[in-house]
């Protein structure tokens, strides 16, 4: 007889990301009327070791199209997953391991992979009749996390000359997520006043992660930037609101040369270093993300020993989500934060698998959104139940970005007087 939590039917649908390209959307129901919609994200500043994403090439949708892999999820995923009980998710994740049997998901499709994995966890936690954050991580006094929020792009994000990708706020000094929301709105918004009156209107465009893609060409205007919008809005930078950067440093390397190019100058790694020691001497940067090439730890591990105790160092493109990854690379001790993507490993056991092994290491988790992303507010929930105490997800724009705000808001307010905000907890050294 079939229980309440088998597997009834899998569906996989076409949908389109943030970039207008497609992506699946894979939909789970259950024998007891639960179901479970997932959609999986797609990354412009790829690590070299993530799960492959399946596309059919050819002249339909510019190549970007997903027939076979929905073909694959509908004829090959589906038949062995009806009947099987939705709460085995390791079971199921590692069966679609199996079936892909590559080892990076280029037969089954990581984009397969991640929606359907994700889907499965959403339809055993609707079953239940719990909410997701719950269903996988049962936080007893849930967490709401630090947001590290994009609000100036560049790098592969933004049509501008900025070579870092990412310039983040980080609301640290407030104790709760909607007031740290708030203010981080507010910053946002006089943040598109002064480069309006300093750059003109189309200053003000934005970036896939709807941060802004101001005309600038350095990374201290970027941050002068921040610090003044920050100011303006009646916060202390520093104390109330911090510095992030993701440099995506593997897009600046230059194999050929073993340099990093970066504003006009071609830095040996040692070089580079020295640039991140003075930027966190001039400005309250607490988080430091992909500073080196994922080809290179022993930068990462330099990096961490020179500012680890006062800024979170944290590994990107460097793992890729992976748990065998971590495991190989952790004795070196590269980084004090580990970032969390789901799509890179292709299931939801590997990517709390590869948590784990973060949390045992001493490292931090941040779960994070994709530069093409959907209005699936998954990751919000991922995030709590990890109780980690950090997301990133973008600038406080476009709908796929505030999906994830809107349903941490609602997070907080389901458990008001239980939930604590992450504020400064997460980060190794309190500045200012
Ligand atoms: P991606 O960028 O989603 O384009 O890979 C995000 C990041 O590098 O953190
Ligand atoms: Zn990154």
Redesign the pocket.
């Known amino acids: 007889m079939a229980g309440d939590f088998d597997i009834s039917s899998v569906r996989g649908l076409l949908a389109l990301d943030s970039r207008g390209n497609p992506t699946i959307k894979a939909v789970v129901a259950t024998e007891g009327g639960g179901l479970g919609v997932a959609l999986a994200p797609s990354g412009a500043?790829r690590g070299e070791k993530e799960a492959v994403e399946l596309r059919d090439g050819g002249r339909k949708w510019r190549g970007k199209g997903v027939s076979l892999a929905l073909a694959r999820l509908e004829h090959v995923v589906a038949p062995r997953l009806v009947g099987v009980d939705s709460r085995r998710q390791s079971y199921i994740d590692y069966m679609l391991e199996a079936i892909d049997g590559r080892g990076n998901f280029s037969f089954l499709g990581g984009n397969v992979a991640t929606a359907v994995s994700i889907a499965v966890a959403k339809a055993a936690a609707d079953t239940a009749g719990i909410p997701l954050y719950t269903y996988l991580g049962s936080p007893a006094t849930p967490v709401l996390p630090t947001p590290l929020m994009n609000i100036i792009n560049g790098g592969a994000h933004a049509g501008n000359d900025l070579d870092i990708?990412?310039f983040m706020i980080v609301p640290t000094g407030f104790d709760s997520f909607t007031e740290a929301l708030r203010a981080s709105v507010e910053v946002y918004q006089s943040l598109k006043s002064i480069l309006k009156e300093k750059y003109g209107a189309l200053a003000v465009n934005v970036g896939d992660e709807g941060g802004f893609a101001p005309p600038m060409k350095t990374t201290r205007e970027a941050l002068d930037a921040l610090i003044n919008a920050i100011k303006a809005a009646g916060y202390e930078p520093g104390s109330d609101i911090a510095l992030g950067l993701?440099v995506?440093a593997s897009q600046l390397y230059r194999s050929d040369k073993g340099v990093y190019s970066l504003e006009g100058k071609e830095l040996e790694p040692a070089r580079l270093l020295d640039f991140y020691e003075s930027l966190a001497d001039e400005y309250p940067i607490v988080y430091l993300?992909?500073p080196f090439s994922e080809n290179d730890p022993q930068s990462f591990a330099e990096t961490t020993k020179a500012l680890g105790s006062r800024v979170l160092i944290?590994g990107?493109?460097l793992y890729c989500t992976n748990p065998r990854l971590l495991s190989q690379l952790k004795s070196l001790k590269p980084t004090n934060g580990a970032?969390l993507k789901v799509n890179q490993v292709g299931t939801l056991t590997r990517a709390l698998e590869y948590a784990r092994i973060a949390a045992f290491n001493g490292m931090r988790v941040i779960v994070?959104h994709r530069s093409g992303d959907t209005e699936d507010p998954f990751i919000a929930d991922l995030a709590v139940a990890l109780a980690s105490g950090l997301i990133?997800t973008g600038a406080p724009a476009r709908s796929e970005r505030t999906a994830k705000y809107n349903r941490l808001l609602e997070i907080e307010y389901e458990n008001e007087g239980v939930a604590r905000y992450a504020g400064w907890d997460p980060f190794p050294a309190r500045r200012h």
């Open positions: 500043s990708q990412e993701d995506a993300e992909d944290v990107d493109d970032l994070s990133k």
